[in-house]
């Protein structure tokens, strides 16, 4: 039986990274993955060009039942360590907004900087192939694989999140964490478009395609104040495009604030975050001659303002009373919707939830309970805004472990 330091079973983000960094150590490292295409994800990531990181990277651009786990990690390998490495393999790259860090050809060079620094560490690659077991012993684990069995010191668990099971993601992190007996935060859809009643979207149906920036919040569950909802405890407030669709909403800001969504709880979005409307609508009466659907017009897209304004549309604002200016504006700027769910884990770009951080140690990775088992990158419960965050938690926690085994 072959016998070596460490298993790192899927050669994802997190995987590669760890291997390669522990291989680079000296350990004597296997990698496993199940798939027959390596690292599907970071090959789609980013439409195909891998939004890499972040130059800002904080513990508050993440969600996680505990807030702090992230902190040591993140602090241990930043943005710039991973940029280094991008530069030292000569990949180009380029910023766009916010601080997104993107490859300028493609993500396949992400892939192959993460394979040659394995390389370099003489990772040993057993893929396509699958562990069927994984059984605790006194001087470690025995593994059973598709490709035989396998004595290890350690193992590291990176199979990632369900998100987009197409391409072959699963639930082996969840289901072994459970069989070692590690709690699991309930794993749910993030980064995902949000749906809402049949119905009550048939109106808005005709808008699919339309994009404009809004402000978003989530609300707090049923705590209405004055008639208006608060904002849920520590839930930021996004300012992204947001993007109509035939079920529901979509598009950068959506898919943030779905990360914070739960079940039953309303959303709340500011279709004019750039004017207060009740305002500029009754201001805008005093002075102009204008349609109202005009005066909308010269903020949204026309098919919007249409809609949004139904038979009111060709009115002239002169026309329309104070009060119905009133309940207008604050529709545009609070406009209040109760999602049905998710469009799932098929559309989702991450999975929430996952290993309890509390049953893992945040400088290691290792689980409190199971010395020589550790989970990183997306399985754990630490899940990233939209924009280079979820790479970033993938070659932080990857390093960490691969530094520490
Ligand atoms: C469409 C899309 C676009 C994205 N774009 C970005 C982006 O631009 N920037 C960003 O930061 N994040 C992005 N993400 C999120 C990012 O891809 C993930 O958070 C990241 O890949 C997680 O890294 P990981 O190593 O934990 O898991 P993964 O990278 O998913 O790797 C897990 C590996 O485990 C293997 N595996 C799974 N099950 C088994 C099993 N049973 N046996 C053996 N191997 C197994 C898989 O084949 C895979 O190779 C995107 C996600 C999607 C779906």
Request: aromatic share 8%; proline share 4%; net charge neutral.
């Amino acid at each position: 039986m072959s016998q070596v330091d460490v298993v790192v079973i899927g050669a994802g983000a997190a995987g590669m990274m760890c291997a390669a960094v522990a291989g680079q150590r000296g350990q004597r490292v296997v990698l496993i993955d199940h798939a027959t295409k390596l690292a599907e994800k970071i090959r789609i990531s980013g439409g195909g060009r891998c939004n890499f990181t972040n130059r800002v990277v904080r513990p508050e651009h993440f969600v996680s039942e505990n807030r702090h786990f992230a902190r040591a990690a993140l602090e241990a390998y930043t943005p710039q360590d991973f940029i280094s490495m991008v530069d030292r393999h000569g990949i180009a790259w380029h910023e766009k907004h916010r601080g997104q860090l993107f490859c300028d050809s493609s993500s396949d060079l992400i892939i192959k900087m993460l394979r040659q620094e394995c390389d370099l560490g003489q990772v040993q690659w057993r893929m396509p192939d699958a562990v069927q077991a994984i059984e605790k012993t006194e001087m470690g684990f025995t593994l059973s694989t598709s490709s035989g069995p396998l004595e290890t010191a350690k193992v590291v668990i990176a199979t990632g999140g369900t998100a987009v099971p197409q391409v072959g993601a699963t639930d082996f992190g969840l289901v072994w964490a459970r069989r070692f007996g590690l709690k699991i935060i309930e794993p749910r859809p993030a980064l995902v478009p949000l749906l809402f009643d049949t119905q009550m979207w048939a109106p808005f149906q005709v808008l699919a395609g339309v994009s404009l920036e809004a402000g978003l919040d989530v609300e707090s569950m049923g705590a209405a104040k004055g008639g208006r909802q608060a904002r849920a405890a520590h839930t930021p407030h996004f300012l992204e495009d947001v993007l109509f669709t035939h079920k529901g909403l979509s598009g950068p800001g959506i898919l943030q604030i779905s990360s914070y969504w739960q079940p039953g709880q309303p959303i709340e979005l500011n279709l004019a975050p750039q004017h207060e409307m009740v305002a500029a609508l009754i201001n805008k009466k005093s002075q102009s001659r204008q349609q109202i659907v005009s005066v909308l017009g010269d903020l949204w897209p026309k098919r919007l303002a249409e809609q949004w304004l139904g038979s009111m549309a060709q009115l002239r604002i002169a026309e329309v009373s104070d009060q119905q200016l009133k309940i207008l504006g604050e529709r545009i700027n609070r406009w209040s919707l109760m999602p049905t769910g998710t469009a799932g884990f098929k559309k989702a770009e991450v999975m929430k939830g996952g290993v309890d951080t509390n049953t893992l140690n945040q400088r290691t990775f290792e689980a409190k309970a199971v010395p020589g088992l550790h989970f990183i990158g997306e399985v754990v419960d630490v899940t990233g805004w939209l924009g280079g965050y979820n790479f970033q938690w993938a070659w932080a926690s990857g390093f960490a472990c691969g530094q520490s085994i």
